[in-house]
């Protein structure tokens, strides 16, 4: 059995979640997030807890056991509480503010990096501490954003400039060895 998939999900005060075969719908404060999973896997709300069982031991329902239930704890965890990622922006005149809804960077290219949030997206900017907060509900579109922030100008070896996760150790390179006796 597995760890992470015999463990019920618990449904927070303010969460409604559906469940209809394979399909799951969960509402809360945050948002509305609604998923089809596989039909190998069954699904059922029972004491104010969803609980995720599999019919074998076949590995192609083991796999699918855990992953199931960790993307249903998400998504109730998602529109209760929601996500969160934290960027830091590192390099001398590097920077990022907000126009509107929009997050403008201005990292060492000729012009600045305009970036839309998409549907349930919110971004936050911090200018002394350099750092950039995407908020959403969705925990796969919140990480993807963060990405594709990360992805205009992800953190170089050298000088570690660039935009990185809060935390993220940057791995760097020694530059170059200098003027040696020969």
């Given amino acids: 059995m597995s760890r992470i998939g015999r463990l019920p999900v618990d449904v927070p005060s303010g969460v409604q979640v559906n469940v209809q075969g394979s399909n799951v719908l969960v509402k809360g404060p945050k948002g509305e997030l609604q998923r089809t999973f596989s039909a190998l896997i069954g699904i059922a709300l029972e004491d104010g807890q969803v609980v995720v069982?599999?019919?074998?031991?076949?590995?192609?329902?083991?796999?699918?056991?855990?992953?199931?239930?960790?993307?249903?704890?998400?998504?109730?965890?998602?529109?209760?509480?929601?996500?969160?990622?934290?960027?830091?922006?590192?390099?001398?005149?590097?920077?990022?503010?907000?126009?509107?809804?929009?997050?403008?960077?201005?990292?060492?290219?000729?012009?600045?990096?305009?970036?839309?949030?998409?549907?349930?997206?919110?971004?936050?900017?911090?200018?002394?501490?350099?750092?950039?907060?995407?908020?959403?509900?969705?925990?796969?579109?919140?990480?993807?954003?963060?990405a594709e922030i990360r992805g205009v100008r992800p953190p170089e070896p050298y000088h570690g400039k660039g935009i990185h996760y809060a935390g993220e150790k940057i791995r760097r390179k020694a530059g170059k060895a200098g003027k040696g006796a020969k």
């Fill in 53 to 146: 069982t599999r019919k074998s031991d076949h590995p192609a329902e083991r796999a699918l056991h855990g992953t199931t239930r960790a993307l249903i704890a998400n998504m109730v965890r998602g529109v209760s509480t929601g996500f969160e990622v934290v960027l830091v922006v590192d390099g001398v005149g590097y920077r990022s503010e907000m126009n509107g809804k929009n997050l403008v960077l201005h990292v060492g290219y000729s012009h600045p990096i305009t970036v839309e949030p998409p549907a349930g997206i919110a971004f936050e900017v911090e200018q002394k501490a350099r750092q950039i907060k995407v908020l959403g509900f969705d925990r796969e579109i919140v990480g993807q954003t963060a």
